[in-house]
């Protein structure tokens, strides 16, 4: 299932948070945004999962507006991995993980034998079954955003939006994660720090900076030493992955760098 | 031929004679039971839940409690109680043993008070009030005690008490606040207000004895749509600006409330404040309990329909959306339903404290967050709650009356204190 986003516009107080935004995910694609704080990546995808109406511009899913469909049929098409952390009473890992399934019920319908049996296998594959009766507040930031994200599984969406999905977790859960979402066959699309990740796992990445995507391509076409300087105000190496060949971005801290004509720290931020 | 119970009611040497022994050997039987059955239950629970995930507990138990409380006791902690995905037959059996409880517990307190009247001759009256059955002149009296005060009272204890539990469970999930309760919204001062609005200024005077019940729910209506219209912002209400609106608006209210007493200062005023800032059930009638018991079972039912929209709500606004839960408009909805039905108990009881804000947290320490079970547990604690309290609170120190939140405060503190440690109860948060 398609993910469009036409001239996706936010506009708060005047001030335009994402601008005019065209991006395409196709069926199964994984699409990354990266981009520096504040630059919309966040507001943009908010756009997608239904939190923050659009003040322009169409959020198509499937070929259908998606904030004209009812909310629940959204939902049992798109699900969400949000940077909201979770629970504030103590509910289960089992229990949170089982209320991905709302959107396919309704009221209180209880869970069938088969959801049941959905549940324990994202688990298993999120690797936290051995936590399904602990409480959700007492875990740490890495297994509780693994629930999370089995929560988004259980909802088997058509298409999945990630906000850093691999926040708080370790290195081996991050590829884990990532490599889950490239083998699922879902259409991604994913916000991303981490250049090097974004890389390896994205089919295409789109580049965000104030509001506006200003390089979209394959990881290696937009990962350029110089658009890395202008738009995250940084200076990079990029290599070749010895293995994959896909790019790597290498950084150096300025007071380890050899040559004298450093640029400052800060050139090309915006606020 | 109605005579003043207050003669029978206010007769201590029977009183004193009867009250040490009986009620506090029953307490602590029905307290015996209750732990027994708990036990039996959570294991029943655990053995389920083990047996749907077909897994037995893993030694995984290094990572994650680091933030369980310490426990009371050095030795002999028992493990954080495991709990299902689907606890059914769990629940089915604890809603019985609960029921059980809660009928002999009104029971109980029909019997007791400062004229005890033996359990046959109590079982008799009510049977005799129920079939319109004969009742020699000589037990005119006593019947009248049972059937005309204790009974309306009691069965007002228990609708208030689960009333209060249910509204505190569903607003804290609403607001996503540990701390809220079903008073937050500014309900308690507003009652009060148009309680004291209606004694000193006579109107809704037409509605003879009610006009004051009735000036307090409107009170209450009009307390909570201030708060909610006030809140109300871009994009919705936030719950952190309702929590912050309601508390602001209550001292506001409160404030309206003692200027109007001190321009004022009738004695009638001053009883009409104390009554509804204190609590009590000793207004019970016939006359006002099916209403107060309409609004309260109609608006239970509704929250429990509305279980897993409260489970998703409680994962955060933009969470609820990416789940097909429009969790602003399912805000707005349930919260009139709150509403009427703390506007229905505080004009009928007054306001009674800490049942709504710590019977929900109690009932999530035994059997979890769900609001599932939650909305159906916890009008049973609630309820067995509160007719034990309001039992204490008259007999006590009879013929005065405690004030009600003082004792739910005296035994509920301490249940609270003692589940928050041993379980290692974590609060929204951390």
Redesign the interface.
């Known amino acids: 299932m398609d993910l469009h986003l036409d001239d996706l516009t936010v506009t708060v107080d005047g001030r335009d948070l994402v601008d005019r935004l065209n991006l395409t995910v196709t069926s199964g694609e994984v699409v990354g945004l990266v981009g520096p704080n504040g630059s919309g990546k966040s507001t943009a995808l908010r756009c997608v999962y239904r939190a923050l109406r659009p003040s322009g511009g169409v959020v198509r899913v499937g070929g259908s507006d998606l904030w004209r469909l009812p909310l629940r049929t959204g939902a049992q098409r798109l699900a969400a991995l949000t940077q909201e952390g979770g629970a504030d009473f103590d509910f289960t890992v089992a229990e949170i993980v089982a209320l991905g399934r709302s959107p396919h019920k309704s009221g209180n319908q209880p869970l069938t034998e088969a959801e049941r049996a959905q549940c324990v296998r994202a688990m298993e594959q999120l690797d936290i079954l051995h936590l399904a009766h602990r409480g959700i507040l007492e875990l740490s930031g890495g297994e509780r955003q693994r629930t999370l994200i089995a929560r988004a599984i259980v909802q088997q969406p058509k298409v999945m939006v990630l906000d850093e999905p691999t926040n708080h977790l370790d290195v081996r859960h991050q590829l884990r994660l990532l490599d889950h979402l490239r083998r699922s066959g879902l259409t991604v699309l994913v916000v991303l720090h981490d250049l090097n990740l974004a890389a390896a796992t994205c089919d295409r990445i789109g580049v965000l900076a104030d509001g506006r995507l200003v390089a979209a391509g394959r990881p290696a076409d937009v990962l350029t030493t110089r658009l890395i300087r202008d738009v995250f105000g940084v200076e990079a190496s990029i290599v070749e992955h010895p293995i994959t060949g896909d790019p790597q971005v290498l950084f150096t801290l300025d007071g380890a760098r050899s040559d004298s004509e450093s640029p400052s720290p800060m050139k090309g931020t915006r606020s | 031929m109605r005579s003043p119970p207050s003669a029978i009611e206010n007769d201590n040497d029977y009183h004193y004679a009867i009250w040490p022994r009986l009620p506090l050997k029953s307490v602590m039987r029905t307290v015996r039971t209750t732990a027994t059955a708990a036990t039996a239950i959570r294991t029943a629970i655990t053995a389920r ?1 083990i047996r ?4 037995v ?2 030694g ?1 138990s290094a ?6 409380a310490p426990s009371a006791s050095p030795v002999g902690k028992p493990p ?1 109680s ?5 606890g ?1 037959s769990g629940t089915v059996v604890l809603v019985t043993v609960l029921t059980v409880v809660l009928v002999g517990s009104v029971f109980v307190a029909i019997g007791l008070g400062s004229a005890v009247v033996p359990p046959a001759d109590t079982a008799r009256y009510l049977w005799a009030a129920l079939t319109e059955g004969v009742i020699v002149p000589d037990e005119v009296t006593r019947y009248q005690i049972i059937w005309q005060i204790r009974t309306p009272r009691v069965l007002l204890a228990v609708i208030v008490g689960a009333g209060l539990s249910a509204v505190g469970a569903a607003i ?2 609403l607001v ?3 701390l809220a309760d079903p008073y937050i919204l500014g309900v308690s001062s507003g009652a009060s207000v148009g309680a004291v609005t209606v004694s000193l200024f006579g109107v809704l005077s037409a509605l003879g004895i009610y006009a004051v019940s009735v000036g307090a729910f409107i009170g209450a209506l009009i307390a909570t749509a201030l708060v909610y219209l006030i809140a109300h912002g871009r994009g919705g209400v936030s719950p952190l600006r309702l929590v912050l609106t309601g508390v602001a608006l209550s001292f506001g209210f409160q404030a309206l409330m003692s200027v109007m007493i001190y321009f004022t200062p009738t004695n009638e005023a001053t009883g009409t404040v104390l009554f509804w800032t204190m609590g009590s059930f000793g207004a019970a009638t016939w006359g006002t309990l099916p209403v107060a018991a309409g609004f309260v079972v109609v608006g239970i039912l509704v929250l ?2 509305h ?2 929209a409260l ?2 709500m ?6 609820a ?6 969790a602003v408009s399912a805000r707005r909805r349930l919260f009139v339903v709150t509403a009427v039905m703390t506007g229905a108990m505080v004009a009928v009881s007054g306001t009674i404290g800490f049942v709504g804000l710590v019977i929900p947290h109690i009932t ?1 320490m035994v059997i ?3 609001h ?1 079970r939650l909305l159906l547990i916890a009008p049973f604690f609630g309820a067995i709650l509160m007719v034990w309290v309001d039992l204490l609170a008259r007999t006590i120190v009879a013929p005065r009356e405690l004030q009600l939140g003082v004792l739910t405060a005296l035994i509920g503190v301490p249940v609270f204190v003692y589940l928050m440690r041993r379980n ?7």
């Open positions: 839940a749907f995930s077909g897994l507990e893993s995984d990572t994650g409690t680091i933030a369980t954080p495991p709990r299902s995905l689907d059914r804290q999930a996503r606040n540990s429990q329909r279980s897993r489970d998703v409680s994962l955060g606004d933009e969470t959306a990416s789940l097909g839960v429009d999530r979890g967050a769900t599932a290692g109860y974590v609060f929204g948060g951390r």
